[in-house]
């Protein structure tokens, strides 16, 4: 059996379906460290999806599994996001996601990494 859904908006953050998550910029930044960092030591996962279930249980209400398109993620862009627009193609997301040697999604998941430890969250 197939279902088509219609008509969703797909910049709608999956804690209008899940009901509320208590997302802040902080806590963002550290789960998204925590994610990225296993990445980076695990360069055989493909995809977030097969995180281990500590971390995929972390993350998993979050839009695209990723606390910070919770934050960040909308019509107008991904503005303050610390990846920038992850969907094209000069980001090293695009890149970790497309890449199909071991380790060169080693090398984008840390430049990820890299990334978010620079940026100053509200607070830091």
């Known amino acids: 059996m197939v279902y088509v859904i219609r008509n969703i908006n797909l910049?709608?953050?999956?804690?209008?379906?899940f009901?509320?998550?208590?997302?802040?910029?902080?806590?963002?930044?550290?789960?998204?460290?925590?994610?990225?960092r296993y990445l980076a030591e695990h360069p055989e996962i493909k995809f977030k999806s097969f995180l281990p279930d500590k971390l995929l249980n972390k993350v998993r209400?979050?839009?695209?599994?990723?606390?910070?398109?919770?934050?960040?993620?909308?019509?107008?862009?991904?503005?303050?996001?610390?990846?920038k627009a992850?969907?094209?193609?000069?980001?090293?997301?695009?890149?970790?996601?497309?890449?199909?040697?071991?380790?060169?999604?080693k090398k984008y998941a840390q430049k990820i990494v890299d990334a978010i430890e620079a940026?100053?969250?509200e607070g830091n």
């Not at 910049?11 to 379906?17: K, L, M, V």
């Not at 009901?19 to 990225?36: F, N, P």
């Not at 934050?71 to 996001?81: H, K, M, V």
């Not at 992850?86 to 999604?105: L, S």
Request: with cysteine.
């Open 61 to 83: 209400q979050s839009a695209f599994y990723c606390p910070l398109c919770e934050l960040f993620n909308s019509p107008d862009g991904c503005t303050g996001c610390p990846l």
């Open 119 to 121: 940026w100053e969250t």
């Open 11 to 17: 910049f709608t953050s999956h804690s209008e379906f």
């Open 86 to 105: 992850c969907n094209k193609r000069d980001t090293f997301f695009y890149k970790w996601r497309n890449a199909i040697k071991e380790k060169t999604r």
């Open 19 to 36: 009901g509320e998550i208590d997302m802040t910029e902080q806590k963002a930044k550290r789960v998204s460290l925590e994610v990225w």
